[in-house]
């Protein structure tokens, strides 16, 4: 029955025109983050299951790559030098992605924006 339904979900989102590739940049962030806390900024996905991420902290920057999978219901991040981290994902309005994490303290939930 789950299976069934995250099958539906999937094609559903296929044939809407939903896909997870492109360039996608966080546009809202709750709750806001404290000053020095790493947060992502920009996040591409490519057609080929990789990844490359920029993330901010106060007034530095730092870029990370990995590979990715996609469900259609979670995003599962594997950085090349560090633990994956899974979100769950959701198509929002106007090409809109929204991330939630619940294994960071405090729960995180993420909008991001495909470029066009």
């Known amino acids: 029955m789950v299976a069934m339904r995250r099958l ?3 094609a559903f989102l296929l044939l809407a025109g939903c896909r997870v590739t492109g360039t996608w940049d ?3 962030l ?3 983050p404290a000053p020095d806390e790493w947060v992502l900024d920009t996040i591409t996905l490519t057609d080929q299951g990789l990844y490359s991420a920029t993330r901010m902290a106060s ?5 990370t790559t990995g590979a990715y999978t996609f469900n259609g219901l979670e995003l599962k991040l594997q950085p090349k030098d560090s633990e994956p981290r899974t979100y769950a994902a959701t198509f929002g309005p106007g090409m809109t992605l929204v991330l939630k994490s619940d294994a960071q303290e405090p729960a995180r939930t993420l909008r991001l924006k495909r470029r066009e």
């Open 26 to 28: 966080v546009v809202a």
């Open 8 to 10: 539906s979900l999937f």
């Open 59 to 63: 007034t530095k920057r730092e870029t």
């Open 30 to 32: 709750e709750p806001d």
